[in-house]
């Protein structure tokens, strides 16, 4: 399933046992989101093109003790409401989770105005913000359940389409907001939400070089668990990291402050968007390949690391 109907399917049960439970959307559709608005229409807004006055309904309802829901495209969703996110919803500590759908050039035909490659940023600097990145189609309900449970702002990060399990997760790995795949290694790469596989499937092909890494999947980005974190990435001679995000700000960076403050022996390379605006309109592949964080791009990185790992042994 769509990773958004997953998620709006998830809320869809709970709130029909729960009439706090409130769906905020802004002129969107969905198949999932049909059913919500026509078995719940008391539990259901369409807020309109309006997604600044959306995030003030949805504060004003949280303070009558609902617990609201707003969908919309990333880029419109965090850009646009920056201001009524910081003030009405962080400042004020209320239970809103906001659906943010398309992050990266999810929505590159669309052009420049559909990127979203500042959301990670800007989303980490609100102070009392959860944010999830999910992975994978079970990591996706899973989310759902932890916002209703967070009891203050959280931001949902959604990539577009159906992304297959990747296969369960532990019980501390729910708690540290990360998974490790693969093996002993002495190259492990940190990505988050569909990049994930994306990493995975060039670690295959590395593997098939000879060249071994482990894979982190970083899939809650806010509260950070820094210190299992760090006992992670103390393992590894070489972290790379990839994102579909600009370098200022995101997961590379997230991850440069874990190597800096726990005083990590490693070398690192952030692989994200430079920074600049990609002034393009195109497949989401084409738009990656642009920018650098293709599959070949980060196969090159992968091999480069490799080199560098021997050269030091």
Request: one cysteine or more; glycine letters at 8%; charged letters at 25%.
């Amino acid at each position: 399933m769509d990773m958004r109907d997953r998620f709006i399917s998830t809320i869809y049960r709970r709130a029909v046992d729960d009439r706090r439970i409130v769906f905020l959307s802004c002129e969107y559709g969905a198949p999932s989101l049909d059913r919500f608005r026509s078995d719940l229409p008391e539990q259901f807004i369409n807020a309109g093109i309006s997604e600044q006055n959306a995030i003030s309904v949805a504060a004003g309802l949280a303070k009558e003790g609902k617990q609201v829901i707003v969908y919309s495209i990333a880029s419109f969703i965090t850009l646009r409401c920056l201001e009524q996110i910081k003030l009405d919803l962080c400042t004020m500590g209320l239970p809103v989770t906001l659906v943010a759908v398309g992050p990266g050039y999810a929505y590159g035909v669309d052009g420049p105005t559909h990127h979203c490659t500042e959301d990670l940023a800007l989303m980490r600097a609100m102070g009392a913000m959860t944010i999830y990145s999910p992975s994978d189609d079970r990591m996706v309900a899973m989310t759902a359940e932890m916002a209703l449970a967070a009891g203050g702002p959280v931001y949902c990060r959604l990539d577009r389409g159906d992304f297959p399990n990747l296969g369960k997760l532990s019980a501390a790995e729910k708690e540290n907001g990360f998974r490790v795949f693969g093996g002993p290694a002495r190259i492990c790469l940190v990505t988050t939400g569909a990049l994930v596989r994306q990493a995975l499937d060039v670690a295959a092909q590395s593997a098939d070089r000879g060249i071994e890494l482990a894979v982190v999947d970083l899939f809650r980005i806010k509260p950070l668990a820094q210190k299992p974190l760090a006992e992670v990435l103390s393992r590894f001679d070489f972290i790379l990291t990839l994102e579909e995000h600009t370098l200022n700000g995101g997961l590379g960076s997230l991850v440069a402050e874990v190597v800096v403050d726990y005083g990590l022996k490693t070398r690192l390379r952030r692989m994200g968007i430079d920074d600049h605006h990609l002034y393009a309109y195109g497949r989401r592949e084409r738009l990656k390949t642009m920018a650098g964080i293709d599959n070949g791009s980060l196969a090159e990185a992968i091999l480069e690391a490799a080199g560098k790992c021997r050269n030091a042994a």
